[in-house]
């Protein structure tokens, strides 16, 4: 299974391919999506143009995507809302499987502790899949979320295979 892991992100969209075999992990590629243009239209256009790249670049099975933050600047939650559909359009227009996490979640499973720092997600993502080169902290929360959705997917699968297996 291919998993892009994608951290939305108006300014800033992070994302992460890793590969996922039984429980074994390796790296793909990871990267940043930078938004260019001065009005929100054109930064959104920007946005999906290079996720769309990715996408087609590293054909991936699964996406996953971290949920909204919700903070005390309404504007700034309504911008990255529309960010997180650009995340979320990519995805569903390739036709992917697209899971969609909490960040405390996605910080539980990849640490061990719901409420970690950005850099000890970025040292358990190294421990996780070793040799790996991040571009930037957006890059390491992005495939933190694509580790995160590799772990819920396979068990996932598996409760899908017992379901069938108890039924039939």
Not at 22 to 49: F, K, M, P, Q, Y
Not at 85 to 94: D, E, M, R, S, T
Not at 118 to 130: A, D
Not at 138 to 167: P, T
Request: glycine share 12%; proline share 4%.
């Amino acid at each position: 299974m291919r998993v892009l892991g994608i951290d939305p992100g108006l300014r800033n969209m992070g994302w992460g391919v890793i590969d996922a075999e039984g429980s074994r992990l390796s790296h793909v590629a990871n990267g940043i999506c930078h938004s260019e243009g001065e009005d929100l239209a054109t930064r959104l256009l920007s946005l999906h143009e290079q996720l769309t790249d990715v996408v087609a670049r590293f054909e991936p099975d699964h996406a996953a995507i971290e949920n909204t933050f919700v903070n005390k600047d309404a504007v700034g939650t309504l911008k990255l809302g529309q960010a997180r559909g650009v995340a979320l359009l990519v995805p569903a227009q390739a036709g992917l499987v697209i899971g969609e996490y909490a960040p405390n979640k996605v910080k539980k499973t990849v640490v061990g502790v719901g409420h970690a720092e950005k850099h000890q997600v970025e040292h358990m993502v190294k421990l996780q899949l070793p040799g790996v080169k991040i571009n930037g902290p957006d890059a390491s929360d992005a495939l933190a979320i694509a580790i995160c959705h590799a772990h819920y997917a396979k068990a996932g699968a598996g409760l899908e295979g017992a379901l069938r297996r108890a039924s039939a």
